[in-house]
T-cell receptor, first 116, second 115 residues
Framework: DAGVIQSPRHEVTEMGQEVTLRCKPISGHNSLFWYRQTMMRGLELLIYFNNNVPIDDSGMPEDRFSAKMPNASFSTLKIQPSEPRDSAVYFC??????????????FGPGTRLLVL | AQSVTQLGSHVSVSEGALVLLRCNYSSSVPPYLFWYVQYPNQGLQLLLKYTSAATLVKGINGFEAEFKKSETSFHLTKPSAHMSDAAEYFCAVSPPSSNTGKLIFGQGTTLQVKP
C-alpha cells in the first residue's frame, strides 16, 4: 500500500489567499484525522471523520478553516483567507476499524505551509 | 479528561547509552497508550502500544515500554541508543470509551544522540 498521501508537500502563499490541502487515506481505513504541528503549540488535532462523517471539529481554529470528506478516499482541508499564523505542517492520518481505542493511526508525510 | 504529560522536552544521550523517555497519563480508568516517533521531515509512525494484554510492551527498533498503573506511567526505554534514534517521540492516550481512533498526544520529547 502507498500509505497516506498528502498534496502538496509544500505550499507557499500570500496572506489572504485560499489554501487547499488534500489527503488520500489508506484504502479500507474508516477514520481520518487532520492535525497541525507548530513549534509553539505542538501537535493539535483539528478535526476527524469516521465513515466520512465529521465527528469532532472542536479543534478547528476558526471559521476560516473548513474540512470535507466527500468519499472514503479523499479529504480536503481549506483555509480561506489564509494568515501568516496559519504557517505550520499539516498532517493527515487514517486508521482502520479495529478494537475500540486500539486502532493505530497512520500518518502522511505532511504539507508544509508558509503564509507570507 | 484524559491527558498525557511528557517530562522533558529535550533529552540528550550518548551513543550506546540507555534511553529513557518519560510519559505519565491522567485517567480514572487505565487507558490504551501509544508511543509514536517522528523522524525529521516525516509524519509520525507507531513504535508500540499498550492494550492491556501485557504490561511490558516491545516495539520496533529495540524500544520497549512498561505500563505501571500504580505510577500512572508508560515510560519508553531502549538499552543502547543509536545515532538513528535521534527524533521526536510522542506519547499518546486513547480513552477507553473511544471507538473512532482518536488519540490525545503529549507535547513530545526530542531525543538527541551524541557520538
Amino acid at each position: 500500500d502507498a500509505g497516506v498521501i498528502q498534496s502538496p508537500r509544500h505550499e507557499v502563499t500570500e496572506m489572504g489567499q485560499e489554501v487547499t490541502l488534500r489527503c488520500k487515506p489508506i484504502s479500507g481505513h474508516n477514520s481520518l484525522f487532520w492535525y497541525r504541528q507548530t513549534m509553539m503549540r505542538g501537535l493539535e488535532l483539528l478535526i476527524y471523520f469516521n465513515n466520512n462523517v465529521p465527528i469532532d471539529d472542536s479543534g478547528m481554529p476558526e471559521d476560516r478553516f473548513s474540512a470535507k470528506m466527500p468519499n472514503a478516499s479523499f479529504s480536503t482541508l481549506k483555509i480561506q483567507p489564509s494568515e501568516p499564523r496559519d504557517s505550520a505542517v499539516y498532517f493527515c492520518a487514517s486508521s482502520p476499524l479495529g478494537l475500540p481505542g486500539q486502532e493505530t493511526q497512520y500518518f502522511g508525510p505532511g504539507t508544509r505551509l508558509l503564509v507570507l | 479528561a484524559q491527558s498525557v504529560t511528557q517530562l522533558g522536552s529535550h533529552v540528550s544521550v550518548s551513543e550506546g547509552a540507555l534511553v529513557l523517555l518519560r510519559c505519565n497519563y491522567s485517567s480514572s480508568v487505565p487507558p490504551y497508550l501509544f508511543w509514536y516517533v517522528q523522524y525529521p521531515n516525516q509524519g509520525l509512525q507507531l513504535l508500540l502500544k499498550y492494550t492491556s494484554a501485557a504490561t511490558l510492551v516491545k516495539g520496533i527498533n529495540g524500544f520497549e515500554a512498561e505500563f505501571k498503573k500504580s505510577e500512572t506511567s508508560f515510560h519508553l526505554t531502549k538499552p543502547s541508543a543509536h545515532m538513528s534514534d535521534a527524533a521526536e517521540y510522542f506519547c499518546a492516550v486513547s480513552p477507553p470509551s473511544s471507538n473512532t481512533g482518536k488519540l490525545i498526544f503529549g507535547q513530545g520529547t526530542t531525543l538527541q544522540v551524541k557520538p
